[in-house]
């Protein structure tokens, strides 16, 4: 009788929480995004009905969660990666808590620092970084990123959704002074068997990562560099294959 | 014969991953922080050794693994949130690589997103922040952070390991321009049975903290000021204990 907004984790389905896993497995209604594992679609039961999310826009997403939920079914809306990091799990929960409908957000790994770890990129590191910024490729093509702030922001900048507008993006950090020889890497479907990590410096990046498939995260600053040491050759994480 | 880095999650034993729990259920040793639950230690098979780290620095904690490890060890190093996050992750995975040893990180829930989530606060929310900042109260202590920057940038800030720090810092953001008015919340032992919250002002938020137990996150900025609609008060989500 309530709606809950589960995180799947950033691909490989054994990243969902045991929690999440728990819901899905007894839920009346999933809806579920295009990049979630079929594996987790498959876990939900046989007599549930299965939604993709693909088909609606937001506000009809929000009105079947609505639906679904003040009908009394037991709902798990699976999303991928964590639901309030880009996630726009907000909006959803907002819909529902003015429709009066009880929900509950359990959180999920997101591809935040997920999907670094998956290429041997650590977000933080003793005396390498320790700050980290979070943007997407979107806020940059909206005009909504202070480039200059972000060009000077210690630490490590982080990019979501950020494969179509890096090359406009990494030159303007350029632009904006951000050192072009600062270590960046791509990594295009993260903590998936085809995984692929591009890797260089901020001045080549983009070239590097052109063709990778989406969704892909953007990460720049010094920490990249310690994937040389932690992995990335030697495939000591789970990372599994290596654009070239 | 691996040694596994396994975030354990924000505090709710029910947050880890599938994978972590799987690899916790058959491992031969345990090595894990003084935060991480205690019904995930008790996962850990009855034969297993089961290694408090918080009796070693963190030199001995690299060893322990090390050692284990190359004996041919199922070795887990459970950690609490995301061993990549703040986790200092990378230096026993440095350690490790170092030395030879295999290992993999298996991500966890990190307190990043999940603890603000179970107070009713998404990160980023569309038209309200679209970027978000973290930091430690330990950098700002140790002079490491450009308060002048933190102060101007758009969006989310989130310090971990924040409560001591609160005072000096809050004041030190509004004398830099911050607004007083920002919304601000510290979560307290968040995600946990006795999670508790204090939510307000950035100008008055260290008072309103104050003895409250750490661990602790601080979340500033507008974003907080949706946790109004989306549950504090009407405990919609996980959130189960509001401070006064």
Redesign the interface.
Known sequence: MTVFLV?A??G????????G??LLRSCDVLVYDRLVAPELVAEAPHGALAITRERFGQERVNELLVAYGAAGLNVVRLKGG?????G????E??AL??AGV?????????A???V???A???????GVS???????G??FD?G???VD?LA???GTLVVFMGLAALPRLAAALVTAGRDAHTPAAVISRG?LPDQAVASGTLGEIADLAEGLPSPALVVIGE?VA?AE???IP?K???ARVEAA
């Open positions: 995180g984790g950033p490989d389905p054994d990243l969902i929480t045991a929690r896993l728990k964590d639901p309030f990091v880009f726009r799990g907000g909006e929960a907002l808590a003015r009880p929900f509950e957000v359990v959180p999920g790994v997101s935040l620092a997920s670094p770890a998956a041997g990129i650590p977000l933080t590191h003793r320790s700050q980290v910024t979070v943007v997407t979107h806020a909206g909504e990123l202070d702030a000077s922001a210690p903590t920490v310690l040491e932690l992995g030697e000591r994480l789970r």
